[in-house]
C-alpha cells in the first residue's frame, strides 16, 4: 500500500503528517504502523508484521481519528535522552534504546521531550 496515496498528506519544510483511522487504543506518541484494514495501530518489534513502523501519533481528533507524523520533529514526548537513537519495543506503541526482535530505527532524541523521526527499513534481528 502506497502510504502517500492511501491517506491525506500536510508537508512542511520540517515535516510530513497525515491523517488516519485508529482505535482508542493508540495515544499520542505512540509509534504506529498500517494493519491490514488500513487503520493504523500500535507497532511492536517483537514481529516483522507488526513493526513496519510508519510515524508516531502526533494528536488524535477523537477516539478513532489521529494525525500521524513520518518525519521531521516530534515534540511533547517525555523522558528521552538527547543525542540516543530510539527503535520500535515489543511493548505496543512504545520506543526504547535498544532494538527488540525486529529492530526498526525511528529516530533520535533531539531534548528530553523531543524526537527527530528518522524511520529505517525494519530487519529481523532474531
Given amino acids: 500500500m502506497n502510504l502517500i496515496s492511501a491517506a491525506s ?17 493508540e495515544q499520542a506518541g505512540n509509534a504506529v504502523y498500517i494493519s491490514s484494514s488500513g487503520a493504523v495501530r500500535r507497532a511492536d518489534a517483537s514481529a516483522l508484521a507488526t513493526a513496519r513502523v510508519v510515524g508516531l501519533i ?14 521531521g520533529e516530534l515534540g511533547g514526548l517525555a ?13 505496543p506503541g512504545a520506543l526504547c534504546s535498544t ?26 534481528i532474531a
Fill in 99 to 124: 532494538p527488540g526482535s525486529v529492530m526498526v530505527v525511528v529516530g533520535e532524541a533531539l531534548t528530553a521531550t523531543s524526537l527527530l523521526i528518522r524511520l529505517e527499513d525494519a530487519e529481523n
Fill in 79 to 91: 523522558d528521552l535522552v538527547a543525542g540516543t537513537t530510539y527503535f520500535a519495543a515489543e511493548t
Fill in 9 to 25: 498528506t500536510a508537508t512542511s519544510s520540517t515535516a510530513t503528517v497525515f491523517q488516519a483511522t485508529c482505535t482508542a487504543a
Fill in 58 to 71: 502526533k494528536s488524535k481528533s477523537s477516539a478513532t481519528a489521529c494525525e500521524v507524523q513520518c518525519s
